[in-house]
């Protein structure tokens, strides 16, 4: 069974401050997300990885960096937290596509991230 | 650019009732769509993919070029049906699984 868990559940910081958000996969995926969760909004993708030290921006990776110095592990960094980054934050990981289609996402129960 | 709309924020039927949550597409290539779900206190979860073809706890969702829909319908919807969905499009080239997504529908099945 694929397990996909994220460091905190809950987390309260500080305006400024540097924010860390792990990730980690027990399936060997080569593939894996970071998302922001907002309603009205759905899931907005900040950050992918593809393979190991590879990463790419989503749709909104403004003032987020990640890392991915392991295939199993996928960090989401907040350089200085700001008031509007206040969300839920979910992991997701994925094989490489086959050649039977694309892969489904398996995803963290989330990090709620409140920001003052 | 590519798009997904999801029309509907807040959706409410009876049990029973027939069910169909909303989904529209934006994208220039070929379209590989799905449907996920977050039950209350429960991680995301994929529901069902077009590519499959299946249905899922009593779920269909057609891919219709044309319209560029690919809405979720049930026939008689169940008080466990009662959860947020997502509408997500493959994205970015099919070797990352890139997704994009809806904004998501709340549905409630009332007693």
């Known amino acids: 069974d694929v397990k996909v868990t994220q460091s905190s559940r809950y987390l309260v910081k500080r305006t400024g401050e540097k924010v860390f958000l792990e990730c980690v996969q027990d399936?060997?995926?080569?593939?894996m997300f970071w998302y922001r969760q907002d309603p009205g909004l759905g899931l907005r993708l900040i950050y992918f990885?593809?393979?190991?030290?590879?990463?790419e921006k989503g749709d909104i990776p403004e003032g987020y960096s990640v890392s991915r110095e392991k295939k199993e592990r996928f960090s989401l960094i907040l350089e200085s937290a700001s008031t509007n980054q206040t969300s839920m934050y979910l992991c997701?990981?994925?094989?490489?596509?086959?050649?039977?289609?694309?892969?489904?996402?398996?995803f963290g129960p989330g990090t709620r991230l409140l920001v003052l | 650019a590519q798009r997904v709309t999801q029309p509907e924020k807040l959706l409410s039927v009876f049990k029973g009732a027939p069910v169909e949550l909303k989904c529209n597409y934006s994208?220039?290539?070929?379209?590989?769509l799905f449907w996920y779900v977050q039950y209350s206190r429960q991680r995301l979860q994929l529901l069902l993919r077009?590519?499959s073809r299946e249905s899922i706890k009593g779920f269909t969702a057609d891919l219709n070029k044309g319209e560029t829909s690919f809405h979720l319908k049930k026939p008689f919807a169940q008080e466990e049906d009662s959860a947020m969905y997502y509408c997500?499009?493959?994205?970015?080239?099919?070797?990352?699984?890139?997704?994009?997504f809806g904004q998501g529908t709340i549905l409630t099945v009332h007693p």
């Open positions: 077009h590519i």
């Open positions: 997500a499009l493959l994205t970015g080239g099919t070797s990352y699984g890139k997704l994009t």
């Open positions: 994208y220039s290539g070929s379209p590989e």
């Open positions: 990885s593809y393979d190991v030290k590879m990463k």
């Open positions: 399936m060997d995926h080569e593939n």
């Open positions: 997701a990981s994925s094989r490489r596509t086959s050649g039977t289609g694309p892969e489904t996402q398996y």
